[in-house]
């Protein structure tokens, strides 16, 4: 019988940035088992094990000795065949490495290596669980050491492989991983008073009355409680906080009612997404614009596999995505509906459970690893009845589809749909568009101020093309003024960062209980902290950056390496104690608030430093949607297509920090924040006001935005591209090159550009300094590739790989990194 056995080999990804697939011997008593798509332990070098994907299985033998894998760890496949085709199109698109799209794919806890740092979960009670043998010995180690690597593991338990091991233990919770555990958030927990099940009844109510007829504080706390609860029959719990506020009652009456098994205390997490026992409802009845909006799509949806619905902000674009769902999951469809922040799956998941309840799987980065596993594999199961709908950030692009009708792609031209850093830099955007070739779905985009490219691409006829040009309910779209900075300074009517024009509007709306955003998009207090005698400000020491200003530290602090250090008292060029901040940030508008309006005014920032945290975006828009809040201070954060309905005045504190940037988007997106942020003002009831601050208030640009023209922008920037061959007409190619040394990268990035002109000519331009020249004490230097709609993408990448790879085989080029941006924004 051995003579008849098979020798298997297989192709596995690892998940490191290494260009091609690994092969590895499979031991005989596996070959029943291994599967492409399957997770496997394999040896990596002298003693490390690492995990892989299964590409391929396969007899062909190779010409070098291989290793064996050392374990599977999945039953099943937790990667499909369309994933891997997926990967394999963007590592050749993007000019990837396939380890590191395995990486941006698969959820953390899905990576093990022997280095993986193993600590007890501190949230679980043991006791409650049967534990092995094998299970107990690790425990009792880590409880001794606090943590563990799966090498030393294996050498506790006296076996080589212990991963399916830790596998089952953190399946059950017993274990964490270390970069878990950072990520292991305590939400906070809001307490509510509830009655306990046996007083359900009239009459058992009634008895306990009776029983307190000499505790009159506690009869009126109850009798309270049961009138906020609402339904005598099945009453609901009540806030802790309301409940004490309303009767005017002391924790001590409260705890009386507790020990007395009358009233009882449960905890419930804010901002986490609870869908149990959701009511749903029946979608909205739409306008005839939305009806003929929706008549539009699905006739353009004929002929067209992607189409863009153009509406204007407030025009109701989300219902009649709801409509399009509906009709989706009728045919026994999934929907993917991306998002490009994570702020705005808080609010439009709010919004979609009203009709699709607990049919919503939300999936982004700021879950836990736990949670995203949980929907992956949904998603994977053959089944994939829970969710119909799975909402999410761009990473969702990356799930085990298996049935897919339709991708909505809500603010199709958010910049944020595209990853930066690290490879693979995607666009979220177009991934989908693969996505949807796959399963022969309909793409959906929407938005109120579309891409150049994805406008140009319906002019040409190849997208589906609706528009929507008027708002829901017959609201106005919000009256947009400018407050001229020049003028106001030359006048004395600056009230610190704010004009005399803005002010008073804010001061006429919070009189009236209305609420207010206000837009700068600069984090921090202020960008520098500049001495008045010689103009010298505090640079980072590991960038070519000065240091931003956060006054709630007292710290100044690098954007780009995380650099910090306390303020001087002393100018360290001249000595000088005149020192000043200069700029606006959202921390320093804050304070002039306070100064300008009182402390009384309730102000909340929502930019990326109160936004770590992973409910923070939640508990931030639910404040504001509750009119806890009567100002939101924010940068691009804001502009993200948020609803709120009591937003009566937009501000726009610096419009020229948009317009003026060395990027030739820079009027594009400088009109879509200023047009987006507009859009939040007066969305339900009534028009809304919006004042734009400048230097030079007649931009044409600020202009386009004040009368909503979009066209307008559209075609002059158009004409600009075209004249100076950008995309939509050229494609691009950004190439980065980073070296500690100055020399040594001019030299070598020379070296590269004249090769690449060998083939390319005048399309390579540079190599130029990068706007910012050092980042984390690595010189940047770009070279760009820009070349004609009609060359070979392909050929151009090829080309672009060979020459690279053609340096990197000198000594010079080793300590070289390069960065390769395809489609960079």
């Known amino acids: 019988m051995a003579e008849d056995r098979i020798t298997l080999f297989v192709d596995v990804v690892l998940p490191l940035a290494l260009p091609k697939l690994f092969t590895y011997r499979v031991p005989f008593q596996l070959n029943d088992f291994i599967k492409s798509g399957q997770r496997v332990i394999v040896p990596l070098g002298k003693s490390k094990l690492i995990t892989a994907l299964v590409r391929n299985v396969h007899q062909n033998v190779p010409e070098y000795t291989t290793k064996y894998i050392d374990f599977i760890l999945d039953e099943r496949p937790v990667v499909t065949e369309n994933q891997f085709l997926l990967w394999e199109w963007m590592a050749e698109y993007y000019m990837a490495n396939i380890g590191d799209i395995m990486t941006a794919a698969l959820p953390s806890r899905f990576k093990l290596q022997s280095e993986t740092k193993v600590l007890l979960n501190e949230e679980i009670d043991l006791n409650e669980i049967k534990l092995t043998d094998q299970e107990v010995f690790i425990v009792d180690a880590l409880e001794v050491r606090g943590v563990l690597d799966l090498k030393e593991i294996g050498q506790i338990l006296d076996r080589k492989s212990v991963y399916p091991i830790i596998k089952r233990m953190i399946d059950k919770g017993i274990v964490v991983l270390e970069e878990e555990l950072q990520e292991l958030y305590k939400p906070k927990i809001e307490k509510y008073v509830t009655l306990e099940e046996h007083l359900a009844s009239n009459n058992a ?484 006001k919006v004042i734009i601050q400048s230097y030079d208030p007649n931009h044409w640009i600020i202009q386009k935005v004040m009368h909503n023209d979009y066209e307008g922008m559209y075609k002059q920037e158009l004409y600009e591209r075209k004249n100076y061959n950008y995309p939509p007409f050229y494609r691009i190619i950004k190439i980065t090159l980073r070296h500690k040394e100055e020399a040594t990268l001019d030299k070598l990035s020379l070296i590269v550009a004249n090769l690449l002109r060998e083939k390319l000519g005048n399309r390579v331009l540079g190599p130029e300094y990068s706007s910012i020249k050092r980042i984390r004490n690595l010189y940047n230097k770009m070279i760009t590739v820009k070349f004609e709609k009609t060359a070979s993408p392909k050929k151009v990448k090829e080309y672009v790989q060979e020459c690279l790879d053609k340096n990197n085989m000198h000594n010079d080029f080793k300590r070289l990194g390069i960065k390769i941006d395809v489609d960079p924004m």
């Not at 702020?343 to 979609?352: E, K, M, V």
């Not at 809500?410 to 693979?424: A, G, L, N, V």
């Not at 505090?538 to 006054?551: A, E």
């Open 205 to 688: 109510l009634q008895k306990v009355f009776e029983g307190l007829k000499n505790a009159p504080k506690q009869q009126e706390l109850l009798m309270t409680y049961l009138q906020l609860s609402n339904h005598l029959e099945t009453p609901i719990p009540v806030l802790k906080t309301d409940l004490l506020e309303k009767c005017n009652a002391t924790y001590a009456t409260l705890n009386s009612l507790y020990n007395k098994s009358i009233l009882k205390e449960i905890g419930t997490e804010v901002g986490r997404l609870s869908l149990n026992n959701v009511k749903t409802q029946e979608s909205k009845k739409l306008s005839p614009h939305q009806e003929k909006a929706i008549a539009e799509i699905n006739t353009s949806f004929e002929t067209k596999d992607i189409s863009l619905l153009h509406g204007v902000t407030g025009s109701g674009k989300t219902e009649v995505f709801v409509r399009l769902i509906e009709e989706q999951i009728a045919k026994g469809n999934k929907v993917l509906y991306l998002l490009p922040e994570i702020a705005l799956t808080t609010q439009i998941i709010s919004r979609l459970r009203k009709y699709f309840g607990t049919k919503i799987g939300v999936y982004h980065s700021k879950f836990s690893p736990n949670e995203r596993v949980e929907i992956w594999n949904d998603v994977l199961s053959d089944k994939f009845n829970k969710y119909d709908i799975i909402l999410g950030a761009r990473s969702a692009v990356f799930l085990p589809f298996r049935k897919l009708g339709l991708i909505i792609i809500d603010e199709e031209h958010e910049s944020s749909y595209k990853q930066h850093d690290p490879s693979p830099r995607y666009h979220a955007r177009d991934v989908a568009y693969i996505i949807s070739r796959q399963f022969n779905a309909k793409v959906l985009l929407g938005t109120a101020t579309p891409s150049i490219e994805t406008r140009y691409l319906c002019e040409q006829g190849k997208f589906g093309y609706i528009e929507m040009k008027d708002r829901f309910g017959g609201i106005q779209m919000p009256e947009i003024q400018t407050a001229d900075l020049k003028e106001a300074k030359a006048k004395n009517k600056l009230h610190g960062i704010f004009s005399k024009h803005l002010l008073d509007e804010m001061k006429t709306v919070l009189k009236n209980g209305s609420q207010i955003i206000l837009f700068q998009n600069r984090r921090g207090y202020a960008p520098r902290w500049t001495c008045e005698i010689c103009n010298h400000t505090p640079q980072c020491t590991r960038c070519d950056v000065s240091l931003n200003y956060h006054k709630y530290e007292h710290l100044l602090t690098c954007h780009y390496c995380g650099f910090s250090m306390k303020p001087p008292t002393r100018c360290n060029a001249c000595g000088s104690t005149d020192l000043k901040m200069v700029g606006i940030g959202t921390e320093k508008i804050e304070e002039e608030i306070e100064i300008h309006l009182g402390s009384a005014v309730r102000v909340q920032r929502m930019d990326l430093d109160t936004t770590r945290s992973k409910y923070a975006y939640q508990n931030i828009i639910d404040d504001f949607e509750n009119r806890k809040v009567d100002i939101l201070v924010g940068t691009q954060m804001v502009t993200k297509g948020l609803d709120f309905d009591n937003v009566a005045l937009v501000g726009i504190l610096n419009a020229d920090d948009l317009l003026f940037y060395p990027d030739f988007r820079a009027f594009e997106r400088a009109y879509q924040l200023m047009s987006q942020v507009s859009g939040r003002a007066g969305r339900k009831t009534a028009r809304g």
